[in-house]
């Protein structure tokens, strides 16, 4: 059965840093893999989604890598802004399925 | 595009009750999820439809839970004789089967209080 784990589980930086996420998952065989930002009491936003072909996607200040074969996946923002204060999920495609297993999220605040 | 939209957001009602969920997918998508996310965890995967087929169902989804996708449109997810537990946001995505990256498209949840 899959597993995804993310690391850490909240995290308080200054406004202006870099940061990663981290992504770890049981099952190295997997279809995609796809982050996304939750807004408390909202729903999920894809941010970038990744194939199990490549290795990285970036859109704008975001950049999510994938290595498959050890089973992780790492978020990186550069450039840290208080609007991007919200909880950063992991979420994995197994092989041969459609659903999408998530990790428990990381919870990041931005401090002006 | 008006993006996945599910009704009601809220809904409180007391144990041993019915329920029944909407959630409309973006237009030209022909795959539906429904989701189920409690509070500090992720999203848990309960069924899946393409077109008007239920084509997975989780161990989550108890005999209690039933959900439909008629004409491979909207669809409804029920609970029946809710229990506390049952207290959650329930989620829905769509995708396109047109589409290769499969990406999912989350609505805004319905958000279910037990009493």
């Known amino acids: 059965k899959q597993e995804v784990t993310q690391i850490p589980a909240a995290l308080s930086v200054p406004e202006g840093e870099n940061l990663v996420l981290n992504c770890s998952f049981t099952d190295s065989a997997i279809y995609n893999l796809q982050w996304f930002r939750q807004d408390p009491g909202k729903g999920l936003t894809s941010l970038l989604l990744i194939q199990s072909s490549q290795r990285e996607q970036t859109s704008g200040r975001l950049n999510a890598s994938l290595d498959k074969s050890s089973g992780r996946s790492t978020l990186y923002i550069a450039a840290s802004q208080p609007g991007d204060s919200a909880t950063y999920l992991c979420?994995?495609?197994?092989?041969?399925?459609?659903?999408?297993?998530f990790g428990s999220g990381t919870r990041l605040q931005v401090q002006p | 595009d008006t993006g996945v939209s599910q009704d009601p957001r809220h809904k409180i009602t007391k144990r041993g009750q019915n329920v029944t969920f909407r959630c409309d997918p973006i237009s030209e998508h022909n795959r539906l999820y429904w989701y189920r996310q409690t509070l500090g965890q992720g999203p848990e995967f309960l069924t899946y439809f393409q077109n008007e087929a239920q084509l997975e169902k989780s161990r989550l989804l108890s005999d209690r839970f039933s959900a439909e996708r008629p004409k491979g449109s909207f669809s409804t997810l029920e609970i029946q004789r809710t229990e506390q537990g049952d207290s959650a946001m329930y989620l829905c995505?769509?995708?396109?089967?047109?589409?290769?990256?499969?990406?999912?498209?989350f609505g805004p949840g319905t958000r279910l209080t037990v009493l």
């Open positions: 995505a769509s995708s396109s089967t047109g589409v290769i990256t499969d990406t999912q498209y």
């Open positions: 979420a994995v495609t197994d092989t041969g399925r459609r659903a999408l297993t």
